[in-house]
């Protein structure tokens, strides 16, 4: 079966983006039920499609084992991520969206656009590598350049760093970093961490904020020198 961007379904080409996601920024590979999880559906919902994608060529996958895209699934995603992430772009460079509002409207859009509309965009856009998110955009021919980062979450105290990206899931999230002043390319430092609770204490150009380990994790800096 040949699953071609726009063309195929809608559903399964969700499961495949998001087992991409997975592992963009960590090796290990996801679960059915972590996917389950990430899905919001029932594990025999997921149970079913993964036999899809497997029977397409798309992942591999071993009874009570993780799912893990093939070179064929991993082409598809990276197709699927440079449509989401350029119409994102495109919503707010040339639409008047925020970036809190783009990454729902995204996912309904990328499965309706033609190829040649997608590169469309592309070019108006200059051709971009990074959405504005700090998430690298794949190019055309499938090539990503892959980022290092740590999370707020994890840098030692006293860590410096530029924001890098800032995971684009949650749009309440989103619109309190921007109120903080905390955007890719912004650089900011770790000042202290709570024991127990996870709160990370940082300063940024604009003074200090403390963050909940959700934000802290959502937070990645360029990793320390």
Partial sequence: MEWIPGRGSAAGEDYVKVIYAHTEWQDEPITPSQLAAKLQLAASSVTEMVKKLASAGLVDHKPYGAVELTEKGRTLALQLLRRHRLIETWLVVQQGFQWDEVHEEADVLEHAMSDRLVESIAASLGHPTRDPHGDPIPTADGVIVAQEGVRVLDAAVGTTGTVTRISDSDGELL?????????PDVE???LERAKYSGTVRIGTPSGETHLGADAAAAVYLTPPA
């Fill in 188 to 190: 900011v430092r770790v």
């Fill in 175 to 183: 619109r309190f970093l921007a109120n903080e002043g905390i955007e």
